[in-house]
């Protein structure tokens, strides 16, 4: 296209064809670039002053209203998640992770976790790179921002590719990169359920400790699955707790809505040592993964200990799968909770029962009469022979 001396582009030369292609191409991207997209937009309407209109036909006029219509359509629908970053304070980061920093900070006045994902510098990553990186972030959201259960983190909202976000320090405030995008949920004083478990590895959990915090992950897990959502990632480390110790599911990274068609879900997603054998060998795979995840993290509590702290990665893989591998179950645990933990981990998804079933099962196990893990001379490992029953 052609300029003419005062800068505005002729009219009669747009390619409204070609306008149209670049739009849905670029269109999923208008939103990471505010900003910028608001310049555009801008500029695209003052240079082409539609006091030139009369060289455009009524079909023209439709489409460039059509371009303004559906960007202001994409900008009113991705607000329903975003947070303004003028109201969030960034503090003090509380954990780190392969991909980015959790911080303290506030959002409104209210205690809030920032999760921030950091892409490396700009310019340091292809365009596929963003884009997958872009589409991960948006699935978490997506994920997230529709769940309302109490033991699910309430999720407050999210930002991506601001440049406004800040982080105080002791020093005063410090920018971001334009590219770090960030996750705001309510904050867990508690911490992660892990953290918990690894503190009371002497002393082990009293049995309605136990039974409490299975409940909670269960009936949250339940809640996702009802949802048709599938965690994909259950273990200890993403779960945390509030101040009165109850339980929410956290980290949602790679959760994703269950497909219809179980060959549409593949691959090894999730963590070594809580990863079902379906999942281990790439086979299709359900929300079932979940519930085998669920059994181990249920052993997990009632021990405090660590499943295969030993085994490297295919020496799980391949006992898991070829083996039937499963961590040893104490012998003072109650048979009551042993049967859930058997159930929930047996190698065929199938057999396993659904979240809403281990939730009855877990409900009407009796903790009257104790039953918790004994600690014994060699508190790192899991294995109690003792008759009578603990805490």
């Known amino acids: 296209m052609e300029k003419s001396s005062d800068g505005f582009v002729r009219a009669d030369q747009i390619d409204l064809k070609s306008l149209d292609e670049q739009l849905e191409r670029h269109l999923n991207r208008a939103w990471t670039m505010e900003k910028n997209k608001k310049k555009e937009e801008d500029t695209f309407i003052n240079n082409n002053n539609f006091t030139h209109s009369n060289s455009f036909n009524s079909s023209s006029n439709s489409n460039i209203i059509n371009v303004i219509n559906n960007t202001k359509s994409l900008k009113k629908e991705r607000q329903e998640w975003e947070i303004d ?4 304070i960034i503090k003090t980061a509380i954990a780190r992770g ?23 510098e700009e310019g340091h990553r292809t365009e596929a ?12 959201v997506a994920v997230w921002h529709k769940l309302e259960h109490p ?22 405030q ?10 705001v949920v309510e904050y867990l004083p508690g911490g992660a359920l892990k953290s918990y478990l690894i503190k009371n590895r002497r002393r082990k959990l009293a049995f309605t400790v136990v039974v409490q915090i299975a409940l909670d992950l269960a009936r949250g897990l339940s809640y996702l699955h009802s949802q048709k959502i599938v965690h994909r990632d259950v273990k200890t480390e993403n779960m945390l707790l509030d101040k009165t110790r109850t339980l929410k599911i956290a980290d949602f990274g790679v959760a994703r809505v269950e497909a219809s068609n179980p060959n549409d879900m593949t691959g090894e997603t999730g963590t070594l040592g809580y990863m079902a054998p379906e999942v281990l060998n790439g086979n299709p795979y359900n929300r079932k993964c979940d519930v085998y995840s669920f059994g181990i993290c249920l052993w997990e509590i009632y021990c405090c200990d660590m499943p295969y702290p030993d085994l490297s990665f295919s020496e799980v893989t391949s006992a898991v799968v070829r083996q039937n591998l499963r961590p040893e179950i104490p012998r003072c645990c109650p048979s009551s909770l042993a049967n859930v933990m058997k159930r929930c981990w047996d190698a065929n998804p199938d057999k396993r029962p659904e979240m809403e079933e281990v939730v009855s099962m877990l409900e009407v196990i009796d903790t009257s009469k104790g039953g918790g893990m004994i600690p014994g001379d060699q508190p790192q490992s899991c294995l109690c ?7």
């Open 174 to 183: 410090m920018g971001m990169p334009s590219n770090v995008c960030c996750v």
């Open 151 to 172: 033991n699910v983190t309430k999720f407050i909202g999210a930002t991506m590719g601001s440049s406004e976000l800040q982080i105080q320090t002791d020093n005063g």
């Open 385 to 391: 022979f003792r008759k009578h029953r603990g805490p």
């Open 98 to 120: 392969t991909f980015g920093t959790v911080h303290r900070g506030f959002y409104d006045g209210h205690d809030v976790a920032v999760k921030l994902l950091d892409w490396g």
């Open 85 to 88: 970053p003028a109201k969030l």
């Open 129 to 140: 790179e963003l884009a997958s990186l872009r589409a991960a972030f948006t699935q978490e």
